[in-house]
């Protein structure tokens, strides 16, 4: 599976973005979708997670300012981010949990999109 994450940029402080993420290649389903980030001299934490039934759960720090949401037929999860803070600016990663066509449970990520905010 290759993971596409789209929708990264800079923004002031207060404003919001949407991020995006496609998976793509030979798989037999989707299960589990999130978005994790790494700030400099960070470790990479969870932001949020869906499950194929549209589950979610969020890391800590959002306190309800994100919302995630996926598109099963698109293969497709969205990261809507609102009241962005500084301390949000990190490169966010796209990750799937999927099952390959011999039904093994794999993992995947994405490539990385950065988002910057600014004061």
């Known amino acids: 599976v290759q993971l596409q994450a789209s929708g990264g940029g800079s923004v002031l402080a207060g404003g919001y973005l949407r991020l995006s993420c496609v998976a793509s290649?030979?798989?037999?389903?989707?299960?589990?979708m999130g978005w994790y980030r790494q700030a400099p001299g960070k470790q990479r934490e969870l932001v949020a997670g869906?499950?194929?039934?549209?589950?979610?759960n969020y890391g800590g720090f959002v306190k309800g300012r994100f919302t995630i949401s996926r598109d099963n037929a698109k293969n497709t999860v969205y990261l809507q981010m609102n009241s962005l803070k500084p301390e949000d600016t990190a490169i966010y990663y796209c990750?799937?949990?999927?099952?390959?066509?011999?039904?093994?449970?794999?993992?995947?990520w994405g490539q990385g999109t950065q988002l910057t905010v600014s004061s």
């Open positions: 990750n799937a949990l999927y099952s390959d066509p011999g039904l093994r449970q794999l993992n995947a």
């Open positions: 290649g030979s798989f037999f389903s989707i299960n589990g």
């Open positions: 869906i499950s194929r039934g549209a589950f979610a």
